[in-house]
């Protein structure tokens, strides 16, 4: 869990490195630095549950409003047909950011889930 946790942590301490130029910086920051922490901290087998369920339903919730808005996930997958989200950096179709988003907040979820069962 320790490698885990690392890898976590350093990924995350980038992706929030990269959303400092975001119109929305202080939320994502925000967001990527919370999930580093928790990871920063199971490397040295430091564990607060209460902290991981925390950030679990708070991403899991904004994940689901993510999903559903106006030129959401739902729409990318339906009215957009699922086109490339990826062909390059700038998103310059408001339904490549929410999905992108929404992408990032089930990867820190996925994290949080793992340690806090793990380490449950």
């Given at each position: 869990?320790?490698i885990?946790n690392?890898?976590c942590?350093l990924?995350?301490?980038?992706?929030?490195w990269l959303?400092?130029n975001?119109?929305?910086a202080?939320?994502?920051?925000?967001i990527y630095l919370?999930?580093a922490?928790?990871c920063g901290?199971?490397v040295?087998s430091r564990?607060?549950?209460?902290?991981d369920?925390?950030g679990?339903a708070?991403?899991?919730i904004y994940a689901?409003?993510?999903f559903?808005i106006?030129?959401?996930?739902?729409?990318?997958?339906?009215k957009?047909r699922?086109?490339?989200i990826v062909?390059?950096?700038?998103a310059?179709?408001?339904?490549?950011?929410?999905?992108?988003e929404?992408?990032g907040?089930?990867?820190?979820?996925?994290?949080l889930?793992?340690?806090y069962?793990?380490f449950?």
């Amino acid at each position: 869990m320790m490698i885990f946790n690392g890898i976590c942590c350093l990924a995350f301490l980038y992706f929030a490195w990269l959303n400092l130029n975001d119109p929305d910086a202080w939320l994502w920051v925000t967001i990527y630095l919370y999930a580093a922490a928790l990871c920063g901290l199971g490397v040295f087998s430091r564990h607060f549950p209460l902290l991981d369920l925390i950030g679990i339903a708070g991403y899991l919730i904004y994940a689901l409003i993510l999903f559903f808005i106006r030129d959401g996930v739902w729409d990318w997958i339906t009215k957009y047909r699922m086109r490339n989200i990826v062909e390059s950096m700038k998103a310059d179709k408001p339904w490549i950011e929410q999905t992108r988003e929404f992408l990032g907040l089930l990867i820190i979820t996925a994290a949080l889930a793992v340690n806090y069962f793990v380490f449950r």
